[in-house]
């Protein structure tokens, strides 16, 4: 029993109330957000869209992810955290609502684009608002409970999907605006405003000027960026790339979807344990292993030709994911200077949308042309992003020092609800 309450505590002991209120929040919409999952499927099957068309359509959803983020992280940053969180939930309520009655295919395309501008706001947001009340010495197990209630609430997600896609198609939206409206009232009620303000005339005058210019010229910052795209390209590949390896070596839908089967029960068992693993250790050296791990799991599958090996490939990559969690996201929020905390987030979360185009575009041509080739470029490709961790470490650890030791101490301001 002694040992079950120390592992509690390390893993989530000493985190603030409003933390746990962003969390739940984070899991009611993760376990909600699965119409969109089912897109490409509602438009082929419901609306009669060819194949290019459906693409097309998911695809708008996709470009305003990239817009919403950074509007989230100008608006959290103006604004504040809590009202860009409730301002993206009810939007994206209301728009799912609007998908659920909607036919004609440039309406749903529109309104698509719409909901990926607005459920990519609240990212920013998130991470700004945990970084807001969350002790510094506590940032990493609160980001690795953050990915695990992701990963958590996506599970639950795609298990709810198929059971109401194969019911209606209007309940899948309809059920997915419940859930956000359901997250919208845990954060009304629970989470008070956390961005914190100097007193009224004590504004820093560099302020007017700064914004996302200043995130998009930070070099330090902008090569920790470009590391993570890295990680992120390599773990598309699941999702891209991996499921046309596998259908050329004669694999079906069922084994691509034990795989990542796998893969979710992995971080859903194991991510709760990955704090003591990694506390006691430098955060570039973390990344570099758990980049490496990435590496060597794709790069196996140059070798693969059954489905063990594909699992065993998928348990090295997943390990990979889950130890750089935490520290990716403690790193962004580290290097952040405190006024433009969400600006920062929103360059850091364009990575992803931008690597859900390039890995299955380039990865395509490359593994069409170079075939069992193609693996062994990208494990080269985040073996040397790896050694890149190890050689930005130094330099960042510097950066955090200096706005550690620059930074004024505030005082949170708490609205009112």
Known sequence: ??????????TAGGLPATFWYLWTGLLINRAGAFALLFLSLYLTEARGASEALAGTVVGAYGAGGAVGVLLGGVLADR???RATLLAAHLGAAALMAALAFSQHLVLIAVLAALV???HSMPSPAFVAAIVDVVPEHRRSRAFNLQFWAFNLGMAVAALLAGVLAE????????VDAAATLAAAAVIAAKVPETLTRPPAGRERPSRRRSG???????????????????????TMQTSTIMPLAMRADGLGPSAYGVVVALGGALIVVGQLFVPRLIDRHRTDRVLALSTSLLAAGFGALALADALP??????????????????????????????????????VFYLTFPAASFVAPTVGGVSLQYLGDWHWLIVGAVGLLAAGGHLLAGPSRQRRVAALRAAAPPRVPQRLPG
């Not at 002694?2 to 390390?10: K, N, P, S």
């Not at 750089?324 to 433009?340: G, H, M, S, Y």
Request: aromatic share 12%; no cysteine.
């Open 1 to 10: 029993m002694r040992g079950l309450r120390r592992w509690w505590h390390d």
């Open 79 to 81: 604004w504040g955290r």
């Open 116 to 118: 990926g501008v607005v």
């Open 167 to 174: 019911a209606s198609f209007m309940a899948l939206f309809l």
């Open 212 to 234: 996302l210019r200043t995130a998009l010229t930070d070099r330090t910052f902008l090569v920790f960026v470009a590391l993570t795209f890295v990680l992120a390209v390599l």
């Open 309 to 346: 090996v594909y699992l065993v490939a998928a348990v090295v990559w997943t390990v990979g994911s889950m130890l750089a969690a935490p520290p990716n996201a403690q790193i962004n929020a580290d290097l952040a200077p405190p006024e433009l905390r969400a600006r920062y987030q929103s």
